[in-house]
């Protein structure tokens, strides 16, 4: 009992004196100090983990994480396409300084009812060379995304309709 006691002491007095040492330290040494202590800390976990023999837990635990990860990959894959969504409807970060498709959509509010063709065209997503199968198959992949029904929103629906109708002349 008390042997355990002095060592949790001991324990104490040295993170409390690697603690002030730290302080001391420039940002940058603290830094790359800190990666080291990351990585020898776990170094030493997966000893301990192999020594007592649970190292099982932790294989399980990577092994669960992995597809959480992909999930996680995959939905940074689609972050571009919805800040060009955003921006395009102006709801992004700069959006209205028009400045993501060249200044286009000047004079037009977001909210307004009528678009501006390149407000149409950053909207879907289509170069001004697009033609109008081009312009239905943009059409129908953001709304395959973001339809009411699939969790979009109805202003996202009917601005895109309207980017669809004021291209095609619908």
């Known amino acids: 009992m008390i042997l355990r006691l002095i060592l949790v002491l001991l324990l104490l007095a040295a ?17 790359r100090r800190l990666r080291q ?8 976990v997966l000893v301990l983990a192999v020594l007592t023999g649970r190292l099982s837990p932790l294989l399980a635990l990577i092994g669960a994480a992995i597809p959480v990860l992909l999930r996680l990959l995959a939905l940074l894959r ?20 028009g400045s993501a498709n060249g200044g286009a ?12 063709e390149d407000e149409a065209r950053a909207i879907l997503g289509v170069d001004a060379k697009a033609d109008a199968e081009a312009i239905r198959a943009a059409h129908r992949r953001l709304m395959q995304r973001l339809h009411p029904d699939r ?12 980017a669809k109708r004021r291209l095609l002349g619908d």
């Open 15 to 31: 993170a409390l004196w690697a603690l002030h040492r730290l302080r001391s330290l420039p940002r940058a040494l603290l830094a």
């Open 37 to 44: 202590a990351a990585i020898w800390g776990l170094i030493g």
């Open 78 to 97: 689609l972050v571009p396409e919805l800040q060009q969504i955003l921006r395009s409807l102006g709801l992004g970060v700069g959006a209205g300084a």
């Open 105 to 116: 959509g000047q004079g037009a509010s977001p909210n307004s009812g009528s678009l501006s």
């Open 151 to 162: 969790g979009g929103s109805d202003y996202l629906a009917a601005r895109i309709n309207a």
